[in-house]
């Protein structure tokens, strides 16, 4: 019942909802008269600090993110949740965070990475250097392979020792060598394909900056006696007198009545464009005219101090 003169209560109101005339009850209630402080913040979602999206964002496998606490992520068990990081009752990490163990067992095994690729890089160096070398090599048999089947002599090259050949040849120089009998000219004296500085001078034949042909040969027809390249001079046959047909300048200390100017058997005589004595007017020098079987070859070609580095081994 309701006392006449007020208002019955709305039946439809919560009665907990009800405005209060009362004032303050001292006994119950209390007035805190500290300023109003503002609320905390609300803690960083760990998610935020990891990378990893909040909220109802999905992960990069379309899961939702706001999953009840305590539920693992799906396809994994609470256990491996938890273990892994992911499960909601995991402490929250920084990004890149791990045991102690973890951190050590990366760098560990980065490590072994890491040496493994230094390993096969060094094996990749000495390969090519391998292949290198064995390319260089074979490119050098087969200029070598080449320059003989040109010119039918072995060694192609010689290098010269001396300055005798000055100023047409130096020391140092490398001279590519052929057959005598390889490409003959007309002017050649008989069978040997050599044409003497004599007829060169009637024919106008020459190489290296003088009449006449350059030949390489062994003194006295001996392979044990270092090779001489002069230039071929003229041509002698056996019981001739050959310092009768030289030039008197180049004798040297010989008269044409000497024995030693009665030629012994046929053959060339030579001289070095440098020199002022013929080679068989010089002691030990030639063992006489030289016999077409001691020539090795003759100079076709010359290059300038490349026969340096075959003088060196």
Same mark, same amino acid.
């Given at each position: !019942?309701?006392?006449?003169?007020? @208002?019955?209560?709305?039946?439809?109101?919560?009665?907990?909802?009800?405005?209060?005339?009362?004032?303050?009850?001292?006994?119950?209630?209390?007035?805190?008269?500290?300023?109003? $402080?503002?609320?905390?913040?609300?803690?960083? @979602?760990?998610?935020?600090?990891?990378?990893?999206?909040?909220?109802?964002? $999905?992960?990069?496998?379309?899961?939702?993110?706001?999953?009840?606490?305590?539920?693992?992520?799906?396809?994994?068990?609470?256990?491996?949740? *938890?273990?892994?990081?992911?499960?909601?009752? @995991? %402490?929250p990490?920084? %990004?890149g965070?791990?045991?102690?163990?973890? *951190?050590?067992?990366?760098?560990?095994?980065?490590?072994?990475?890491?040496?493994?690729?230094?390993?096969?890089?060094?094996?990749?160096?000495?390969?090519?250097?391998?292949?290198?070398?064995?390319?260089?090599?074979?490119?050098? !048999?087969?200029?070598?392979? *080449?320059?003989?089947?040109?010119?039918?002599?072995?060694?192609?090259?010689?290098?010269? $020792?001396?300055? #005798? !050949?000055?100023?047409?040849?130096?020391?140092?120089?490398?001279?590519?060598? !052929?057959?005598?009998?390889?490409?003959?000219?007309?002017?050649?004296?008989?069978?040997?394909?050599?044409?003497?500085?004599?007829?060169g001078d009637?024919?106008?034949y020459?190489?290296?900056?003088?009449?006449?042909?350059?030949?390489?040969?062994?003194?006295?027809?001996?392979?044990?006696?270092?090779?001489?390249i002069?230039?071929?001079?003229?041509?002698?046959e056996?019981?001739?007198?050959?310092?009768?047909? %030289?030039?008197?300048? *180049?004798?040297?200390?010989?008269?044409?009545?000497?024995?030693?100017?009665e030629?012994?058997?046929?053959?060339?005589?030579?001289?070095?464009?440098?020199? #002022?004595?013929? @080679?068989?007017?010089?002691?030990?020098?030639?063992?006489?005219?030289?016999?077409?079987?001691?020539?090795?070859?003759?100079?076709?070609?010359?290059?300038?101090?490349?026969?340096?580095?075959?003088?060196?081994?």
């Open positions: !019942m309701t006392a006449p003169g007020e @208002d019955e209560p709305d039946p439809d109101v919560d009665p907990d909802d009800r405005p209060s005339d009362d004032g303050p009850h001292p006994e119950t209630d209390r007035i805190d008269s500290s300023p109003t $402080e503002p609320p905390d913040p609300a803690p960083a @979602d760990p998610g935020q600090e990891s990378g990893v999206p909040s909220g109802d964002q $999905e992960s990069p496998r379309g899961e939702p993110r706001d999953r009840p606490a305590g539920e693992p992520q799906a396809g994994k068990s609470a256990d491996e949740g *938890y273990r892994s990081g992911t499960g909601r009752g @995991d %402490a990490r920084r %990004a965070a791990g045991t102690g163990g973890d *951190y050590q067992a990366r760098a560990r095994s980065g490590t072994v990475r890491d040496q493994g690729h230094r390993t096969e890089d060094e094996g990749d160096d000495w390969t090519l250097v391998v292949r290198d070398v064995a390319v260089t090599v074979l490119a050098v !048999m087969l200029v070598g392979a *080449y320059l003989f089947a040109i010119s039918g002599v072995w060694p192609p090259m010689v290098a010269i $020792e001396s300055g #005798s !050949m000055e100023p047409n040849m130096a020391e140092n120089d490398m001279v590519f060598v !052929m057959d005598e009998r390889r490409f003959q000219p007309a002017a050649a004296t008989g069978d040997t394909g050599v044409v003497t500085a004599r007829t009637g024919t106008g020459g190489e290296f900056g003088n009449s006449g042909d350059v030949i390489i040969y062994e003194p006295g027809g001996s392979e044990a006696q270092t090779p001489i002069h230039r071929a001079m003229f041509w002698v056996e019981g001739e007198n050959w310092c009768e047909q %030289a030039n008197p300048a *180049y004798l040297g200390t010989l008269d044409p009545g000497d024995e030693t100017c030629a012994d058997h046929a053959g060339f005589i030579t001289k070095g464009d440098a020199n #002022s004595n013929y @080679d068989q007017a010089s002691i030990g020098r030639a063992g006489g005219p030289v016999r077409p079987e001691w020539i090795i070859g003759t100079a076709e070609l010359r290059l300038p101090k490349l026969g340096w580095f075959r003088l060196q081994f």
